[in-house]
């Protein structure tokens, strides 16, 4: 069974750091490109961050880059996402994702989200 769990949301000060967590199963993790996007209320769902499967490059919006940093443990088939400097506008439901297409076929699984709130 494919899993993606996410862990590590919760409230958070503006200013603030939080590091979430994504630990998959069911799938051979190492060779998916693993992805963290959020959705805000109301507005549509965007890319935060993305680590190849090999390589290890990485990609980030423009409104986290120098802020939040995306990384991957293969043994242990996770991902996380370190978030520094928190701001109001991030506060949203993040989830992470993993995707591949291998010899034609596409896989693109996604966990179940967990919030994020950068509140005073």
């Not at 409230?11 to 994504?22: A, D, I, M, N, T």
């Not at 490109?33 to 990609?59: C, D, F, H």
């Not at 949203?92 to 034609?104: D, E, L, P, Q």
């Amino acid at each position: 069974q494919v899993q993606l769990v996410e862990s590590g949301g919760g409230l958070v000060q503006p200013g603030g750091s939080l590091r979430l967590s994504c630990t998959a199963s069911g799938f051979t993790f190492s060779s998916y490109v693993i992805s963290w996007y959020r959705q805000a209320p109301g507005k549509e769902r965007e890319l935060v961050a993305r680590m190849a499967s090999v390589g290890g490059s990485t990609n980030y919006a423009d409104s986290v880059k120098g802020r939040f940093i995306i990384s991957r443990d293969n043994a242990k088939n996770g991902v996380y996402l370190q978030m520094n400097s928190l701001k109001p506008e991030d506060t949203a439901m993040y989830y992470c994702n993993a995707y591949r297409v291998h010899f034609g076929i596409k896989s693109d699984y996604w966990g179940q989200g967990t919030q994020i709130t950068v509140s005073a």
